[in-house]
């Protein structure tokens, strides 16, 4: 990011607020894993019932088959619906080449459930409220934007939607969007949909830094809640884009504050550095190098160094408001 950093002016009457939130360039200090626990809650496998097989596994005895899986599964039934259908799913070509496809990818869930039951004996140490959920396998017909529902106390997974970046019924997808459409993203975005019910709404997400500092929020809750995921995964970036970032956040950093955005109120601008996309957009000969939303990148690092600077429990962190973690974070972005 050599001509990023190059590309921006100094002036002299903002040279106290920079050094306030630029500070001397110092690396955070080398801490313990401060999520490195051992949760006291159920950490047995989470089993997850598989409706895509029960489904679809009955080809030739749909009336019999479809009142069986009624009884045993009523929870994808209560709408309703006229057998015919159920029928016409049942018998769709799309959707039966979907089935074999998780067939293979997913031969069982054993692993998956593992890790499930971990996630929830994580998150019940965090909030011991949380109630483990009834969960169901399906076949969504590719659903990325709701590859995961968790709604109460179910969960459905479409298991459709981890077939692997080079499925061929991803096509229709962009580049960028396919490698999260993968087996190391399921219990992730799993551990995504609790974090939100616990975080809430951004109710005051009205600036760039609000915008940044919640999706910080999210990927700490993931910190938490997936101590040994690596952190590539619960961002989604790939080795090489994670490792960018950890190279030039100094200049991401600067740049923000230079050009006066972290208060920028305009949707553009959140769009800018928050939505996925291939690359973010610094306007600069390297941007292709960088990964999309790497503001949520900077987000995260801020509200770490929150976490290390004060000890504050996660609950409390996720309830902070933006100029409190700003402030307390000391955050020092990297040379």
Not at 72 to 101: G, T
Not at 148 to 154: C, E, F, K, Y
Not at 205 to 215: F, G, I, N, V
Request: some cysteine; glycine content about 6%; hydrophobic content about 35%.
């Amino acid at each position: 990011m050599k001509d990023l950093v190059s590309k921006i002016g100094f002036f002299h009457s903002r040279q106290v607020f920079f050094s306030i939130l630029l500070g001397a360039g110092l690396m955070i200090g080398c801490q313990s894993d401060p999520w490195d626990i051992n949760p006291s809650a159920d950490n047995q496998p989470l089993e997850v019932g598989r409706f895509d097989r029960a489904f679809f596994q009955e080809a030739d005895s749909f009336p019999v088959h479809f009142h069986e899986l009624e009884e045993k599964y009523p929870v994808f039934f209560e709408e309703n619906r006229p057998m015919s259908f159920w029928k016409e799913i049942h018998r769709d070509q799309a959707m039966r080449n979907l089935f074999e496809a998780c067939q293979d990818v997913f031969p069982n869930l054993d692993s998956i459930q593992d890790e499930l039951g971990n996630l929830y004996a994580f998150a019940q140490h965090y909030y011991p409220e949380t109630k483990r959920p009834k969960a169901y396998a399906y076949v969504s017909g590719i659903d990325p934007e709701f590859p995961v529902i968790l709604a109460d106390s179910l969960l459905f997974i479409g298991l459709d939607n981890y077939l692997g970046k080079d499925y061929e019924g991803y096509g229709f997808l962009h580049l960028y969007l396919r490698p999260e459409r993968s087996k190391p993203y399921l219990v992730r975005d799993v551990a995504e949909k609790i974090a939100l019910e616990k975080l809430g709404p951004c109710m005051n997400c009205e600036t760039l830094l609000d915008a940044m500092l919640y999706k910080g929020k999210q990927l700490l809750a993931l910190d938490a809640f997936l101590p040994n995921t690596p952190d590539s995964v619960k961002i989604k970036f790939s080795g090489q884009e994670l490792d960018w970032c950890e190279e030039n956040d100094f200049g991401m950093w600067r740049y923000l504050v230079e050009n006066d955005l972290l208060y920028d109120r305009s949707f553009k601008t959140k769009q800018r550095f928050l939505e996925p996309a291939p690359f973010t957009k610094f306007y600069t000969s390297e941007d292709k190098e960088s990964p999309g939303r790497a503001g949520a990148w900077i987000g995260w690092q801020i509200l770490k160094a929150y976490h290390q600077e004060t000890g504050k429990p996660l609950q409390e962190i996720l309830k902070a408001e933006s100029s409190e973690i700003l402030a307390q974070s000391n955050y020092k972005p990297r040379r």
